[in-house]
T-cell receptor
Framework: SQQGEEDPQALSIQEGENATMNCSYK?????LQWYRQNSGRGLVHLIL?????REKHSGRLRVTLDTSKKSSSLLITASRAADTASYFC???????????FGPGTRLSVLP | ETGVTQTPRHLVMGMTNKKSLKCEQH?????MYWYKQSAKKPLELMFV???????ENNSVPSRFSPECPNSSHLFLHLHTLQPEDSALYLC????????????FGPGTRLTVT
């Protein structure tokens, strides 16, 4: 399986701190995406990073991709209580398999 | 609001019932997906449709039957489900397959009694 695996499974931080979540995968990919999910709701797309990119930014989000290590990280800076959610990475394999989601990281930002 | 709607939002059904989940996207996308999300398990891709043709069926039991009458609508017909089928069922769409972000609906919370 080329399933992404997020690390840690759960993360609890204080408001204003930075949160870093990692994703590892097993096979070559075309791109990797990060999604966010509030409890019991649908997923919301955050960032897509292609295999030839190393870093992307979107507002307070920064995503890195290291294809040599088959890993990605999502950094949320200056976290807010509203960032509390589960965060998933999804990988799109080079051989055309549709996205495979990891189990997610549950982030809790305490006010 | 992502442009993908799902109905109903909540459904309770007995094991002998027949019900259907509906998904509609207003984004002009060509690909649509059904996912199952159970507690403490990764999101599982069930079915993928591209231009109304099923392109992937990830070993889903036949008690789940998808239907895609056009590129804007996707159904999941349910028949003789088991309690372990209780989960959040998410629909998503994307512009095309391979490398496009997916837009998710709010999900249908299904409970099988």
């Amino acid at each position: 399986s080329q399933q992404g695996e997020e690390d840690p499974q759960a993360l609890s931080i204080q408001e204003g701190e930075n949160a870093t979540m990692n994703c590892s995968y097993k096979t070559s990919i075309n791109n990797l995406q990060w999604y966010r999910q509030n409890s019991g709701r649908g997923l919301v797309h955050l960032i897509l990073i292609r295999s030839n990119e190393r870093e992307k930014h979107s507002g307070r989000l920064r995503v890195t991709l290291d294809t040599s290590k088959k890993s990605s990280s999502l950094l949320i800076t200056a976290s807010r209580a509203a960032d509390t959610a589960s965060y998933f990475c999804a990988t799109d394999a080079s051989y055309g398999q549709n996205f495979v989601f990891g189990p997610g990281t549950r982030l809790s930002v305490l006010p | 609001e992502t442009g993908v709607t799902q109905t109903p939002r909540h459904l309770v059904m007995g094991m002998t019932n027949k019900k259907s989940l509906k998904c509609e996207q207003h984004l002009g996308h060509n690909a649509m997906y059904w996912y199952k999300q159970s507690a403490k398990k990764p999101l599982e891709l069930m079915f993928v449709y591209s231009l109304e043709e099923r392109v992937e069926n990830n070993s889903v039991p036949s008690r789940f039957s998808p239907e895609c009458p056009n590129s804007s609508h996707l159904f999941l017909h349910l028949h003789t489900l088991q309690p372990e089928d209780s989960a959040l069922y998410l629909c998503a769409s994307s512009q095309d397959l391979d490398g496009y972000e997916q837009y998710f609906g709010p999900g249908t919370r299904l409970t099988v009694t």
